[in-house]
Protein backbone atom coordinates (compact mmCIF):
# COMPACT_ATOMS: atom_id res chain seq x y z
CA UNK A 1 0.00 0.00 0.00
CA UNK A 2 1.15 3.05 -0.94
CA UNK A 3 0.73 6.77 1.12
CA UNK A 4 -2.10 7.95 -1.88
CA UNK A 5 -3.57 4.73 -0.74
CA UNK A 6 -2.90 5.56 3.09
CA UNK A 7 -4.13 9.02 2.92
CA UNK A 8 -7.24 7.88 1.26
CA UNK A 9 -7.80 5.17 3.84
CA UNK A 10 -7.45 7.69 6.56
CA UNK A 11 -9.93 9.70 4.86
CA UNK A 12 -12.78 7.11 4.98
CA UNK A 13 -12.27 6.12 8.26
CA UNK A 14 -12.27 10.29 9.28
CA UNK A 15 -15.06 10.17 6.66
CA UNK A 16 -17.18 7.77 8.55
CA UNK A 17 -16.47 8.86 11.74
CA UNK A 18 -17.76 12.27 11.25
CA UNK A 19 -20.83 10.19 9.45
CA UNK A 20 -21.64 8.93 12.73
CA UNK A 21 -21.44 12.10 14.53
CA UNK A 22 -23.87 14.03 12.69
CA UNK A 23 -27.33 13.67 12.02
CA UNK A 24 -28.02 12.44 8.41
CA UNK A 25 -28.72 14.78 5.57
CA UNK A 26 -31.74 14.21 3.94
CA UNK A 27 -31.52 14.35 0.17
CA UNK A 28 -34.84 14.21 -1.86
CA UNK A 29 -34.14 12.71 -5.56
CA UNK A 30 -35.90 13.53 -8.51
CA UNK A 31 -35.36 11.03 -11.49
CA UNK A 32 -37.87 9.76 -13.66
CA UNK A 33 -35.93 6.88 -14.95
CA UNK A 34 -36.33 4.50 -12.01
CA UNK A 35 -33.20 2.33 -12.53
CA UNK A 36 -31.27 5.13 -12.31
CA UNK A 37 -33.51 6.68 -9.36
CA UNK A 38 -32.51 3.47 -7.54
CA UNK A 39 -28.29 3.38 -8.67
CA UNK A 40 -28.63 7.07 -7.18
CA UNK A 41 -30.47 6.25 -3.65
CA UNK A 42 -28.08 3.72 -3.09
CA UNK A 43 -25.08 5.64 -3.82
CA UNK A 44 -26.08 8.53 -1.55
CA UNK A 45 -27.09 5.96 1.21
CA UNK A 46 -23.63 4.45 1.14
CA UNK A 47 -22.05 8.03 1.01
CA UNK A 48 -24.02 8.41 4.65
CA UNK A 49 -27.22 10.38 3.27
CA UNK A 50 -30.84 9.90 3.87
CA UNK A 51 -33.05 9.49 0.84
CA UNK A 52 -36.51 9.09 2.32
CA UNK A 53 -38.29 9.75 -0.94
CA UNK A 54 -37.56 9.36 -4.84
CA UNK A 55 -40.65 11.13 -7.37
CA UNK A 56 -40.39 11.37 -10.65
CA UNK A 57 -42.29 14.71 -11.42
CA UNK A 58 -41.65 17.94 -10.74
CA UNK A 59 -45.12 18.38 -9.56
CA UNK A 60 -44.41 15.73 -6.96
CA UNK A 61 -41.12 16.88 -6.41
CA UNK A 62 -42.53 20.18 -5.04
CA UNK A 63 -44.90 18.80 -3.24
CA UNK A 64 -42.49 16.50 -1.47
CA UNK A 65 -40.37 20.03 -0.64
CA UNK A 66 -43.65 21.42 0.87
CA UNK A 67 -44.56 18.39 2.88
CA UNK A 68 -41.26 17.27 4.40
CA UNK A 69 -38.56 20.21 4.01
CA UNK A 70 -35.28 18.20 2.81
CA UNK A 71 -32.15 19.11 3.42
CA UNK A 72 -31.43 19.69 -0.71
CA UNK A 73 -32.83 18.54 -3.42
CA UNK A 74 -31.32 16.40 -6.29
CA UNK A 75 -32.85 17.15 -9.54
CA UNK A 76 -32.84 15.74 -12.87
CA UNK A 77 -33.68 18.59 -15.51
CA UNK A 78 -35.31 16.49 -17.98
CA UNK A 79 -38.57 14.98 -16.46
CA UNK A 80 -41.91 13.90 -17.76
CA UNK A 81 -44.73 15.93 -18.24
CA UNK A 82 -45.70 19.63 -18.78
CA UNK A 83 -43.17 20.81 -16.06
CA UNK A 84 -38.96 20.31 -16.06
CA UNK A 85 -36.51 20.29 -13.40
CA UNK A 86 -35.14 23.62 -14.28
CA UNK A 87 -39.17 25.17 -13.39
CA UNK A 88 -39.55 22.91 -10.44
CA UNK A 89 -35.88 24.01 -8.87
CA UNK A 90 -36.90 27.62 -9.19
CA UNK A 91 -39.99 27.52 -7.54
CA UNK A 92 -38.50 24.97 -4.38
CA UNK A 93 -36.24 27.42 -4.28
CA UNK A 94 -38.20 30.80 -4.16
CA UNK A 95 -40.98 29.23 -1.82
CA UNK A 96 -39.55 27.09 0.48
CA UNK A 97 -35.66 27.87 0.23
CA UNK A 98 -34.12 24.47 -0.28
CA UNK A 99 -30.83 24.40 -2.32
CA UNK A 100 -31.09 22.19 -5.35
CA UNK A 101 -28.43 20.63 -7.31
CA UNK A 102 -28.82 19.69 -11.07
CA UNK A 103 -28.27 16.34 -12.02
CA UNK A 104 -28.63 15.34 -15.99
CA UNK A 105 -27.11 14.29 -18.72
CA UNK A 106 -27.33 17.36 -20.58
CA UNK A 107 -24.41 19.86 -20.51
CA UNK A 108 -25.40 21.92 -23.80
CA UNK A 109 -25.30 25.86 -23.09
CA UNK A 110 -29.05 26.48 -23.68
CA UNK A 111 -29.58 24.23 -20.81
CA UNK A 112 -26.50 25.34 -18.63
CA UNK A 113 -28.09 28.96 -19.36
CA UNK A 114 -31.62 28.48 -18.12
CA UNK A 115 -30.25 26.29 -15.24
CA UNK A 116 -28.07 29.52 -14.38
CA UNK A 117 -31.47 31.79 -14.21
CA UNK A 118 -32.51 29.46 -10.92
CA UNK A 119 -29.33 30.09 -9.21
CA UNK A 120 -28.98 26.22 -8.18
CA UNK A 121 -26.16 25.07 -5.68
CA UNK A 122 -24.44 23.07 -7.95
CA UNK A 123 -24.50 20.80 -10.85
CA UNK A 124 -23.41 17.74 -11.87
CA UNK A 125 -23.11 15.74 -15.13
CA UNK A 126 -24.10 12.17 -15.71
CA UNK A 127 -22.44 9.93 -15.41
CA UNK A 128 -20.07 10.81 -11.80
CA UNK A 129 -17.94 9.62 -9.57
CA UNK A 130 -19.12 9.01 -6.07
CA UNK A 131 -16.08 11.72 -4.60
CA UNK A 132 -17.49 13.60 -7.26
CA UNK A 133 -21.40 13.70 -5.74
CA UNK A 134 -20.24 14.13 -2.70
CA UNK A 135 -18.25 17.32 -3.33
CA UNK A 136 -20.88 18.85 -5.27
CA UNK A 137 -23.57 17.97 -2.10
CA UNK A 138 -21.70 18.79 0.71
CA UNK A 139 -20.74 22.31 -1.24
CA UNK A 140 -24.21 22.84 -2.18
CA UNK A 141 -25.49 22.49 1.70
CA UNK A 142 -22.25 24.64 3.05
CA UNK A 143 -23.29 27.52 0.15
CA UNK A 144 -26.60 27.43 1.68
CA UNK A 145 -25.80 27.43 5.06
CA UNK A 146 -23.68 30.08 4.78
CA UNK A 147 -26.71 32.09 2.34
CA UNK A 148 -29.20 31.15 5.04
CA UNK A 149 -27.36 32.51 7.92
CA UNK A 150 -26.24 35.85 5.85
CA UNK A 151 -30.15 35.93 5.05
CA UNK A 152 -31.23 35.96 8.85
CA UNK A 153 -27.41 38.17 9.48
CA UNK A 154 -29.02 40.51 6.92
CA UNK A 155 -33.10 40.21 8.30
CA UNK A 156 -31.47 40.70 12.19
CA UNK A 157 -29.25 44.36 10.76
CA UNK A 158 -32.49 44.95 8.93
CA UNK A 159 -34.88 44.80 11.85
CA UNK A 160 -32.42 46.75 14.21
CA UNK A 161 -32.04 49.28 11.58
CA UNK A 162 -35.73 49.78 11.39
CA UNK A 163 -36.21 49.50 14.97
CA UNK A 164 -33.51 52.08 16.07
CA UNK A 165 -34.87 55.52 17.43
CA UNK A 166 -32.35 57.33 15.35
CA UNK A 167 -33.24 58.29 11.94
CA UNK A 168 -30.94 56.36 9.42
CA UNK A 169 -30.34 57.53 6.18
CA UNK A 170 -27.78 56.33 3.26
CA UNK A 171 -26.59 59.24 0.77
CA UNK A 172 -24.55 58.47 -2.27
CA UNK A 173 -21.60 60.96 -3.50
CA UNK A 174 -23.76 62.53 -5.31
CA UNK A 175 -26.20 63.57 -2.24
CA UNK A 176 -29.21 60.97 -3.60
CA UNK A 177 -30.46 59.52 -0.71
CA UNK A 178 -30.29 55.61 -1.12
CA UNK A 179 -32.06 54.29 2.12
CA UNK A 180 -34.31 55.48 4.60
CA UNK A 181 -35.09 54.03 8.00
CA UNK A 182 -38.40 54.30 10.00
CA UNK A 183 -37.35 56.69 12.01
CA UNK A 184 -36.30 58.94 9.54
CA UNK A 185 -39.66 58.70 7.89
CA UNK A 186 -40.86 59.82 11.45
CA UNK A 187 -38.68 62.42 11.72
CA UNK A 188 -39.31 63.81 8.00
CA UNK A 189 -43.21 62.81 8.03
CA UNK A 190 -42.31 61.29 4.62
CA UNK A 191 -42.25 57.65 3.11
CA UNK A 192 -38.99 56.09 1.92
CA UNK A 193 -39.78 55.78 -1.11
CA UNK A 194 -40.91 59.61 -0.99
CA UNK A 195 -37.16 60.08 0.15
CA UNK A 196 -35.11 57.58 -1.72
CA UNK A 197 -33.72 59.05 -5.16
CA UNK A 198 -34.19 62.89 -3.66
CA UNK A 199 -31.73 65.13 -3.03
CA UNK A 200 -30.96 64.49 1.11
CA UNK A 201 -30.67 69.06 0.78
CA UNK A 202 -28.13 69.21 3.51
CA UNK A 203 -24.37 68.91 3.71
CA UNK A 204 -22.61 65.97 4.15
CA UNK A 205 -19.35 65.70 5.21
CA UNK A 206 -17.75 62.21 7.41
CA UNK A 207 -16.78 62.51 10.92
CA UNK A 208 -19.00 65.63 11.29
CA UNK A 209 -21.94 66.09 13.92
CA UNK A 210 -24.14 69.24 13.21
CA UNK A 211 -27.48 70.30 13.84
CA UNK A 212 -30.33 70.56 11.40
CA UNK A 213 -33.76 72.31 11.37
CA UNK A 214 -35.81 69.47 9.97
CA UNK A 215 -39.19 70.43 8.03
CA UNK A 216 -41.82 67.96 8.63
CA UNK A 217 -44.60 67.51 6.59
CA UNK A 218 -47.84 67.51 8.64
CA UNK A 219 -46.32 68.68 11.92
CA UNK A 220 -44.44 71.26 13.78
CA UNK A 221 -40.50 72.27 12.41
CA UNK A 222 -38.31 70.50 14.39
CA UNK A 223 -34.58 69.89 15.00
CA UNK A 224 -32.15 66.83 14.45
CA UNK A 225 -28.91 66.46 15.49
CA UNK A 226 -26.71 64.68 12.81
CA UNK A 227 -23.64 62.53 12.60
CA UNK A 228 -21.65 61.82 9.25
CA UNK A 229 -19.55 58.49 8.72
CA UNK A 230 -18.41 57.59 5.75
CA UNK A 231 -19.52 53.93 4.23
CA UNK A 232 -20.08 52.10 1.24
CA UNK A 233 -24.01 51.21 -0.21
CA UNK A 234 -23.92 48.76 -3.33
CA UNK A 235 -20.22 48.54 -3.74
CA UNK A 236 -20.09 52.09 -4.26
CA UNK A 237 -18.72 55.28 -1.40
CA UNK A 238 -21.58 56.69 0.25
CA UNK A 239 -22.29 58.33 3.33
CA UNK A 240 -24.53 57.06 6.48
CA UNK A 241 -26.02 59.99 8.10
CA UNK A 242 -27.39 59.27 11.85
CA UNK A 243 -30.12 62.01 12.83
CA UNK A 244 -31.49 62.02 16.13
CA UNK A 245 -34.71 64.08 17.01
CA UNK A 246 -33.49 66.66 19.47
CA UNK A 247 -36.59 69.08 19.11
CA UNK A 248 -37.57 67.56 22.68
CA UNK A 249 -34.52 68.15 24.23
CA UNK A 250 -33.99 71.52 23.03
CA UNK A 251 -37.27 73.17 24.14
CA UNK A 252 -36.42 71.47 27.67
CA UNK A 253 -33.69 73.08 27.35
CA UNK A 254 -34.98 76.64 26.31
CA UNK A 255 -37.69 76.37 28.85
CA UNK A 256 -34.75 76.20 31.57
CA UNK A 257 -33.15 78.50 30.10
CA UNK A 258 -36.14 80.55 30.19
CA UNK A 259 -36.64 79.65 33.38
CA UNK A 260 -33.46 80.38 34.52
CA UNK A 261 -33.95 83.86 33.14
CA UNK A 262 -37.12 84.34 34.77
CA UNK A 263 -36.13 83.44 38.05
CA UNK A 264 -32.89 85.46 37.83
CA UNK A 265 -35.05 88.40 36.49
CA UNK A 266 -37.55 87.91 39.60
CA UNK A 267 -34.59 87.13 41.99
CA UNK A 268 -32.66 91.18 40.92
CA UNK A 269 -36.30 92.54 41.05
CA UNK A 270 -36.81 91.83 44.86
CA UNK A 271 -35.95 95.04 46.79
CA UNK A 272 -34.82 93.15 49.56
CA UNK A 273 -31.17 92.40 50.20
CA UNK A 274 -30.88 88.29 49.11
CA UNK A 275 -28.02 86.47 49.38
CA UNK A 276 -27.05 82.80 49.55
CA UNK A 277 -24.00 81.87 51.45
CA UNK A 278 -21.91 78.70 52.27
CA UNK A 279 -20.96 76.41 55.32
CA UNK A 280 -17.52 78.67 55.22
CA UNK A 281 -19.57 82.06 55.36
CA UNK A 282 -18.77 83.02 51.74
CA UNK A 283 -21.44 84.50 49.54
CA UNK A 284 -21.73 82.59 46.66
CA UNK A 285 -24.75 84.27 44.81
CA UNK A 286 -26.53 88.02 45.27
CA UNK A 287 -29.16 89.79 43.70
CA UNK A 288 -28.97 93.58 42.65
CA UNK A 289 -30.65 95.19 45.55
CA UNK A 290 -28.00 93.35 47.09
CA UNK A 291 -24.75 94.59 45.57
CA UNK A 292 -26.69 97.78 45.09
CA UNK A 293 -26.76 98.42 48.92
CA UNK A 294 -22.75 97.80 48.77
CA UNK A 295 -22.31 99.59 45.50
CA UNK A 296 -20.30 96.93 43.79
CA UNK A 297 -20.96 94.50 41.13
CA UNK A 298 -22.24 91.23 42.24
CA UNK A 299 -19.25 88.93 40.71
CA UNK A 300 -16.93 91.75 43.35
CA UNK A 301 -19.10 89.97 46.02
CA UNK A 302 -19.13 86.09 45.39
CA UNK A 303 -16.32 84.74 47.59
CA UNK A 304 -16.33 87.28 50.08
CA UNK A 305 -17.32 86.29 53.78
CA UNK A 306 -20.86 87.88 54.59
CA UNK A 307 -19.60 89.14 58.37
CA UNK A 308 -16.41 91.14 56.39
CA UNK A 309 -19.16 92.59 53.75
CA UNK A 310 -21.85 93.33 56.55
CA UNK A 311 -19.94 93.99 59.41
CA UNK A 312 -16.15 94.54 58.73
CA UNK A 313 -15.25 91.86 60.64
CA UNK A 314 -12.71 88.99 60.94
CA UNK A 315 -15.21 86.94 62.31
CA UNK A 316 -19.31 86.20 62.67
CA UNK A 317 -21.00 88.41 64.93
CA UNK A 318 -22.09 86.14 68.35
CA UNK A 319 -26.03 86.12 66.99
CA UNK A 320 -25.16 85.57 63.43
CA UNK A 321 -28.37 84.00 62.00
CA UNK A 322 -26.85 82.28 59.44
CA UNK A 323 -24.24 80.46 62.36
CA UNK A 324 -27.51 79.91 63.56
CA UNK A 325 -28.76 77.90 60.46
CA UNK A 326 -26.32 75.88 60.15
CA UNK A 327 -26.26 74.46 63.89
CA UNK A 328 -30.02 74.13 64.09
CA UNK A 329 -31.03 73.82 60.74
CA UNK A 330 -33.59 75.71 61.46
CA UNK A 331 -34.68 79.29 60.06
CA UNK A 332 -33.42 82.20 62.23
CA UNK A 333 -34.07 86.46 62.52
CA UNK A 334 -32.36 88.82 63.73
CA UNK A 335 -32.65 92.91 63.98
CA UNK A 336 -29.60 95.61 63.95
CA UNK A 337 -28.32 98.47 63.15
CA UNK A 338 -25.75 98.39 60.32
CA UNK A 339 -23.51 101.46 60.56
CA UNK A 340 -21.87 100.89 57.09
CA UNK A 341 -25.49 101.41 55.95
CA UNK A 342 -26.84 103.45 58.20
CA UNK A 343 -29.88 101.65 58.06
CA UNK A 344 -31.92 99.20 60.19
CA UNK A 345 -31.66 95.73 59.36
CA UNK A 346 -34.22 92.85 59.28
CA UNK A 347 -32.37 89.70 58.58
CA UNK A 348 -33.69 86.11 58.13
CA UNK A 349 -31.82 82.82 57.00
CA UNK A 350 -33.35 79.73 55.77
CA UNK A 351 -31.02 76.56 55.44
CA UNK A 352 -30.78 74.97 52.02
CA UNK A 353 -30.43 71.33 52.88
CA UNK A 354 -28.63 68.25 50.36
CA UNK A 355 -30.44 64.97 49.83
CA UNK A 356 -29.06 63.53 53.19
CA UNK A 357 -30.71 66.28 54.96
CA UNK A 358 -27.12 68.25 55.78
CA UNK A 359 -27.13 71.62 55.19
CA UNK A 360 -24.89 73.18 52.83
CA UNK A 361 -25.76 76.83 52.57
CA UNK A 362 -28.61 79.31 53.59
CA UNK A 363 -30.41 81.81 51.79
CA UNK A 364 -29.84 85.13 53.55
CA UNK A 365 -32.62 88.10 53.15
CA UNK A 366 -31.78 91.69 54.85
CA UNK A 367 -34.97 94.07 54.63
CA UNK A 368 -34.14 97.49 55.16
CA UNK A 369 -36.83 98.25 58.24
CA UNK A 370 -35.74 101.43 58.83
CA UNK A 371 -39.04 102.86 58.38
CA UNK A 372 -40.89 100.64 60.70
CA UNK A 373 -37.89 101.37 63.65
CA UNK A 374 -38.88 105.10 63.46
CA UNK A 375 -42.64 104.12 63.20
CA UNK A 376 -42.36 102.06 66.81
CA UNK A 377 -40.34 105.17 67.97
CA UNK A 378 -42.93 107.32 67.26
CA UNK A 379 -45.72 104.72 68.22
CA UNK A 380 -43.22 104.61 71.67
CA UNK A 381 -43.29 108.26 72.01
CA UNK A 382 -47.33 108.40 71.15
CA UNK A 383 -47.69 105.64 73.72
CA UNK A 384 -45.55 107.77 77.11
CA UNK A 385 -47.61 110.81 75.68
CA UNK A 386 -50.91 108.48 76.05
CA UNK A 387 -49.46 107.52 79.52
CA UNK A 388 -49.42 110.96 80.48
CA UNK A 389 -52.82 111.87 78.78
CA UNK A 390 -54.54 109.00 81.00
CA UNK A 391 -52.84 110.16 83.95
CA UNK A 392 -54.14 113.72 83.45
CA UNK A 393 -57.68 111.74 82.94
CA UNK A 394 -57.62 109.81 85.96
CA UNK A 395 -56.62 113.21 87.78
CA UNK A 396 -59.46 115.09 86.26
CA UNK A 397 -61.19 111.83 87.02
CA UNK A 398 -60.84 112.30 90.86
CA UNK A 399 -61.29 116.42 90.65
CA UNK A 400 -64.70 116.07 89.07
CA UNK A 401 -65.84 113.30 91.93
CA UNK A 402 -65.26 116.06 94.19
CA UNK A 403 -65.59 119.55 92.10
CA UNK A 404 -68.78 118.80 90.37
CA UNK A 405 -70.10 115.76 92.69
CA UNK A 406 -70.27 117.45 96.07
CA UNK A 407 -71.74 121.14 94.20
CA UNK A 408 -74.32 118.49 92.58
CA UNK A 409 -75.39 117.39 96.23
CA UNK A 410 -75.55 120.47 97.67
CA UNK A 411 -77.61 122.46 95.30
CA UNK A 412 -80.17 118.77 95.38
CA UNK A 413 -80.18 119.31 98.89
CA UNK A 414 -81.09 122.66 98.95
CA UNK A 415 -83.73 121.91 96.13
CA UNK A 416 -85.38 119.28 98.27
CA UNK A 417 -85.05 121.48 101.40
CA UNK A 418 -87.11 124.91 99.30
CA UNK A 419 -89.72 121.61 98.40
CA UNK A 420 -90.53 120.33 101.97
CA UNK A 421 -91.15 124.18 102.88
CA UNK A 422 -88.71 123.95 105.64
CA UNK A 423 -87.80 127.60 105.23
CA UNK A 424 -91.02 128.64 104.38
CA UNK A 425 -94.21 127.88 102.22
CA UNK A 426 -94.09 128.07 98.60
CA UNK A 427 -96.48 128.88 95.95
CA UNK A 428 -97.65 126.34 93.43
CA UNK A 429 -95.57 128.42 90.34
CA UNK A 430 -92.36 128.09 92.64
CA UNK A 431 -92.94 124.15 93.32
CA UNK A 432 -93.37 123.79 89.41
CA UNK A 433 -89.61 125.56 88.79
CA UNK A 434 -88.15 124.00 92.00
CA UNK A 435 -89.28 120.80 90.69
CA UNK A 436 -88.09 121.16 86.42
CA UNK A 437 -84.41 122.09 88.54
CA UNK A 438 -84.49 119.32 90.58
CA UNK A 439 -85.17 116.81 87.42
CA UNK A 440 -82.49 118.73 85.74
CA UNK A 441 -79.89 118.41 88.32
CA UNK A 442 -80.64 114.47 88.25
CA UNK A 443 -80.26 114.50 84.71
CA UNK A 444 -76.64 116.15 85.04
CA UNK A 445 -75.65 114.07 88.27
CA UNK A 446 -76.30 111.03 86.00
CA UNK A 447 -74.24 112.07 83.31
CA UNK A 448 -71.46 113.25 85.57
CA UNK A 449 -72.10 109.35 87.13
CA UNK A 450 -71.68 107.67 83.78
CA UNK A 451 -68.53 109.68 83.44
CA UNK A 452 -66.95 108.71 86.05
CA UNK A 453 -67.70 105.30 85.78
CA UNK A 454 -66.73 105.04 82.42
CA UNK A 455 -63.57 106.46 83.44
CA UNK A 456 -62.85 104.50 86.16
CA UNK A 457 -63.83 101.17 83.99
CA UNK A 458 -61.22 102.67 81.21
CA UNK A 459 -58.48 103.01 83.82
CA UNK A 460 -58.97 100.06 85.62
CA UNK A 461 -59.91 101.38 88.92
CA UNK A 462 -62.95 99.60 89.30
CA UNK A 463 -63.12 96.31 91.27
CA UNK A 464 -65.69 94.02 90.76
CA UNK A 465 -66.73 92.23 94.10
CA UNK A 466 -67.82 88.94 93.30
CA UNK A 467 -70.28 86.37 95.17
CA UNK A 468 -72.33 83.65 94.46
CA UNK A 469 -75.69 84.74 93.62
CA UNK A 470 -79.16 83.26 92.47
CA UNK A 471 -79.37 85.20 89.33
CA UNK A 472 -82.99 84.31 89.00
CA UNK A 473 -83.80 86.58 92.14
CA UNK A 474 -81.45 89.59 90.93
CA UNK A 475 -83.69 89.52 87.91
CA UNK A 476 -86.97 89.47 89.69
CA UNK A 477 -85.52 92.50 92.43
CA UNK A 478 -84.43 93.93 89.31
CA UNK A 479 -87.70 94.08 87.33
CA UNK A 480 -89.55 95.40 90.20
CA UNK A 481 -87.73 98.65 90.83
CA UNK A 482 -88.33 99.38 87.27
CA UNK A 483 -91.99 98.40 87.42
CA UNK A 484 -92.61 101.99 88.19
CA UNK A 485 -91.57 103.60 85.41
CA UNK A 486 -92.82 101.13 83.12
CA UNK A 487 -96.40 102.16 84.33
CA UNK A 488 -95.73 106.08 83.35
CA UNK A 489 -95.54 104.80 79.99
CA UNK A 490 -98.09 102.27 80.13
CA UNK A 491 -95.94 99.41 79.29
CA UNK A 492 -96.33 96.14 79.78
CA UNK A 493 -92.93 94.59 82.04
CA UNK A 494 -92.36 91.39 82.77
CA UNK A 495 -90.16 88.48 83.35
CA UNK A 496 -89.40 84.94 82.75
CA UNK A 497 -86.73 82.86 84.52
CA UNK A 498 -86.78 79.03 85.90
CA UNK A 499 -88.20 77.89 89.22
CA UNK A 500 -85.11 76.43 90.13
CA UNK A 501 -81.70 78.59 91.68
CA UNK A 502 -79.11 79.87 89.29
CA UNK A 503 -76.69 80.79 90.96
CA UNK A 504 -73.52 82.46 89.65
CA UNK A 505 -70.46 84.24 90.71
CA UNK A 506 -71.08 87.99 90.20
CA UNK A 507 -71.16 91.42 90.92
CA UNK A 508 -74.82 91.92 91.68
CA UNK A 509 -74.45 96.01 92.23
CA UNK A 510 -73.03 95.71 88.14
CA UNK A 511 -75.38 93.20 86.58
CA UNK A 512 -78.08 94.81 88.41
CA UNK A 513 -76.94 98.27 86.88
CA UNK A 514 -76.49 96.53 83.45
CA UNK A 515 -79.76 95.25 83.70
CA UNK A 516 -81.48 98.08 84.50
CA UNK A 517 -79.72 99.95 81.88
CA UNK A 518 -80.74 98.07 79.35
CA UNK A 519 -84.49 98.18 80.53
CA UNK A 520 -84.54 101.39 81.13
CA UNK A 521 -83.40 101.91 77.10
CA UNK A 522 -86.54 99.16 76.26
CA UNK A 523 -88.74 101.38 78.16
CA UNK A 524 -87.64 104.79 76.61
CA UNK A 525 -87.49 103.44 72.97
CA UNK A 526 -91.27 101.24 73.32
CA UNK A 527 -94.43 103.41 72.63
CA UNK A 528 -97.48 103.32 74.96
CA UNK A 529 -98.94 100.11 75.16
CA UNK A 530 -95.64 98.26 74.07
CA UNK A 531 -93.89 95.25 76.08
CA UNK A 532 -90.72 94.82 77.71
CA UNK A 533 -89.84 91.49 78.72
CA UNK A 534 -86.74 90.08 80.44
CA UNK A 535 -86.14 86.26 79.90
CA UNK A 536 -83.49 84.17 81.88
CA UNK A 537 -81.76 80.59 80.74
CA UNK A 538 -79.14 78.32 81.08
CA UNK A 539 -76.96 76.46 78.33
CA UNK A 540 -73.89 75.19 77.18
CA UNK A 541 -72.28 76.13 80.72
CA UNK A 542 -73.62 79.62 80.46
CA UNK A 543 -76.45 81.51 81.32
CA UNK A 544 -78.39 83.93 78.60
CA UNK A 545 -80.11 86.73 80.32
CA UNK A 546 -82.28 88.45 77.45
CA UNK A 547 -84.39 92.07 77.81
CA UNK A 548 -86.60 91.89 74.69
CA UNK A 549 -89.31 94.97 73.72
CA UNK A 550 -91.90 96.00 70.87
CA UNK A 551 -89.95 99.26 70.55
CA UNK A 552 -88.86 101.31 67.43
CA UNK A 553 -86.01 99.18 66.54
CA UNK A 554 -82.43 100.21 65.61
CA UNK A 555 -81.80 100.14 61.89
CA UNK A 556 -78.67 97.82 59.94
CA UNK A 557 -76.30 100.14 59.81
CA UNK A 558 -76.53 101.74 63.29
CA UNK A 559 -76.23 98.02 65.36
CA UNK A 560 -72.03 98.28 64.90
CA UNK A 561 -71.74 101.09 66.51
CA UNK A 562 -74.59 100.52 69.29
CA UNK A 563 -71.68 100.23 71.74
CA UNK A 564 -69.38 103.19 70.86
CA UNK A 565 -69.14 106.00 73.54
CA UNK A 566 -71.09 109.00 73.24
CA UNK A 567 -73.33 107.77 69.91
CA UNK A 568 -76.75 108.57 69.44
CA UNK A 569 -79.04 107.36 66.71
CA UNK A 570 -81.93 107.82 64.70
CA UNK A 571 -84.67 106.10 67.59
CA UNK A 572 -86.10 109.36 68.48
CA UNK A 573 -87.97 109.07 72.13
CA UNK A 574 -89.28 113.14 72.25
CA UNK A 575 -87.98 115.44 73.93
CA UNK A 576 -85.78 115.68 77.14
CA UNK A 577 -85.52 111.52 76.04
CA UNK A 578 -81.77 111.34 74.95
CA UNK A 579 -79.77 109.75 77.31
CA UNK A 580 -75.61 110.14 77.21
CA UNK A 581 -74.29 107.79 74.73
CA UNK A 582 -72.23 105.96 77.35
CA UNK A 583 -74.98 103.33 78.92
CA UNK A 584 -74.69 100.76 76.62
CA UNK A 585 -70.60 101.24 76.28
CA UNK A 586 -70.53 101.48 80.50
CA UNK A 587 -73.05 98.22 79.96
CA UNK A 588 -70.65 96.27 77.28
CA UNK A 589 -67.63 96.68 79.31
CA UNK A 590 -69.45 95.42 82.48
CA UNK A 591 -70.20 92.55 81.14
CA UNK A 592 -66.62 91.95 79.63
CA UNK A 593 -65.11 92.11 83.25
CA UNK A 594 -67.56 89.36 84.04
CA UNK A 595 -66.36 87.22 81.27
CA UNK A 596 -68.91 87.44 79.32
CA UNK A 597 -70.48 89.11 75.63
CA UNK A 598 -73.53 91.20 74.52
CA UNK A 599 -75.26 90.68 71.38
CA UNK A 600 -77.91 92.88 69.73
CA UNK A 601 -80.92 91.58 67.50
CA UNK A 602 -83.06 94.38 66.22
CA UNK A 603 -85.35 95.63 62.87
CA UNK A 604 -87.00 98.80 62.36
CA UNK A 605 -90.49 98.99 64.22
CA UNK A 606 -90.08 95.21 64.88
CA UNK A 607 -88.50 95.98 68.76
CA UNK A 608 -85.09 94.76 70.16
CA UNK A 609 -83.48 92.11 71.98
CA UNK A 610 -80.49 92.16 73.92
CA UNK A 611 -78.57 88.75 75.15
CA UNK A 612 -75.85 89.04 77.50
CA UNK A 613 -74.29 86.02 78.24
CA UNK A 614 -72.66 85.03 81.52
CA UNK A 615 -70.28 81.95 82.37
CA UNK A 616 -71.60 79.74 84.87
CA UNK A 617 -67.99 79.93 86.75
CA UNK A 618 -64.14 81.42 85.46
CA UNK A 619 -61.03 81.21 86.65
CA UNK A 620 -60.67 84.99 88.29
CA UNK A 621 -64.10 84.01 90.15
CA UNK A 622 -62.52 80.69 91.84
CA UNK A 623 -59.65 82.58 92.74
CA UNK A 624 -61.03 85.86 93.97
CA UNK A 625 -63.53 82.84 96.17
CA UNK A 626 -60.37 81.42 97.37
CA UNK A 627 -59.07 84.08 98.69
CA UNK A 628 -61.49 85.58 100.07
CA UNK A 629 -62.74 81.45 102.03
CA UNK A 630 -58.58 81.39 103.35
CA UNK A 631 -59.33 85.21 104.81
CA UNK A 632 -62.55 84.00 106.84
CA UNK A 633 -61.00 80.75 107.58
CA UNK A 634 -57.87 82.64 108.79
CA UNK A 635 -60.11 85.31 110.67
CA UNK A 636 -62.46 82.35 112.79
CA UNK A 637 -59.02 80.74 113.77
CA UNK A 638 -57.65 83.90 114.98
CA UNK A 639 -60.89 84.58 116.82
CA UNK A 640 -61.28 81.51 118.39
Known sequence: MNWIEVREQNSRLSLNRMDKLRKKTQILVVEDESIVAMDIRKTLQNLGYDVPYVV??????????????????????VLKG????IEAADQIYTKFNIPVVYLTAYADDKTLKRAKVTE???????????K??????EMALYKAKVENELRASKASFHNIVEKSADGIIVVDRDGVVQFVNHAAEVLFGRKAKELVGELFGFPVMGGEVIELDVVRHGREPGIAEMRVAETEWNGQSAYLALLRDITDRRRAEEKIKRAAQEWRTTFDSITDMISIHDKNFKITRVNKAFANAFKKEPKELIGETCYEVFHNTKQPCPNCPHMWSLKTKKPATLELFEPRLGIHLGVSTSPILDENGEVTSSVHIAKDITERKLAEERLREANEKLKEYN???????STASHELRTPLSIIMAAIRIMLDEIPGEIVEKQRDVLTRAMKNVKGLSKIVDSLLSIAKIESGKLDLKITVVNICELIKETVSNCNTLAQEKSLSLDFEVPEQRIDICLDPDRIKEVLINLISNSIKFTSEGGWVKVTCTERDGEVLVSVQDSGVGISEEDIPKLFD??????????????GTGLGLAIVKKLVEMHGGKIEVESEVDQGTTFTISLPLTTKSVAEVLSTETDELVESTLANN
Open 56 to 77: STAKAAIQKAKEDKPDLVLMDI
Open 82 to 85: KMDG
Open 120 to 130: PFGYIVKPFEN
Open 132 to 137: DLRMVI
Open 391 to 397: QLKDEFV
Open 565 to 578: KFTQFGRQAGPGEK
